[in-house]
């Protein structure tokens, strides 16, 4: 499949609410049980895209959305501001085709460019074709937690994978860069 990786604009968000949308009611990447609406699709898109985060999506040669992926913060206390975790969704007939590669391996680079330390992948279901991919992309395991999702009918247990971007541990960030101003302690 021939694609191209681009930033997402807000024109996109209309199809990434139907990928993310099967994805919820098909699949278990994702813990959500509900699909969230365009409102608040729209919602979690501009708080990612103000707060400087990198949100990407890939279009197919006939100009359809094949996937989208974004980092966003692994978790919210300030000293977790130089890590992200990354999300990929792609449509069924996306999957298998290096979309997912092609999106992650452009997330990686961007965050890795804006000043991030540390991606985490936080993949629901201990997907194979997930873990196959982020290992692909150099991602070490850190563990699974058993039993921490209940979909489908079933228990589903979470991998976390870890890459060190750019200086990863080796060297203290710059707390007057980004992302070292994403979080002011009052």
Do not use: C
């Amino acid at each position: 499949m021939d694609i191209s990786i681009r930033d997402a604009s807000p024109q996109d968000l209309e199809r990434i609410t139907d990928i993310y949308r099967e994805s919820v009611l098909n699949g278990v990447a994702t813990y959500e049980l509900t699909p969230p609406d365009f409102k608040e699709m729209q919602g979690r898109y501009t708080a990612l895209v103000d707060n400087g985060f990198p949100y990407l999506v890939a279009e197919a040669d006939t100009g359809e959305l094949a996937g989208y992926a974004y980092a966003g913060p692994y978790r919210t206390r300030p000293a977790y501001r130089w890590t992200v975790e990354d999300s990929i969704y792609l449509p069924p007939q996306s999957r298998g085709k290096g979309v997912g590669k092609a999106l992650l391996a452009t997330l990686v680079g961007r965050s890795a460019d804006l000043g991030f330390r540390q991606m985490i992948a936080v993949i629901g279901g201990a997907s194979p074709a997930s873990i196959a991919l982020h290992r692909a992309l150099d991602f070490e395991m850190s563990g699974t937690i058993k039993a921490t999702g209940f979909k489908h009918g079933r228990w589903l247990d979470t991998t976390i994978m870890q890459l060190p971007l750019g200086q990863g541990q080796s060297t203290d960030p710059d707390a007057n860069a980004y992302p070292g101003t994403l979080f002011r302690e009052v």
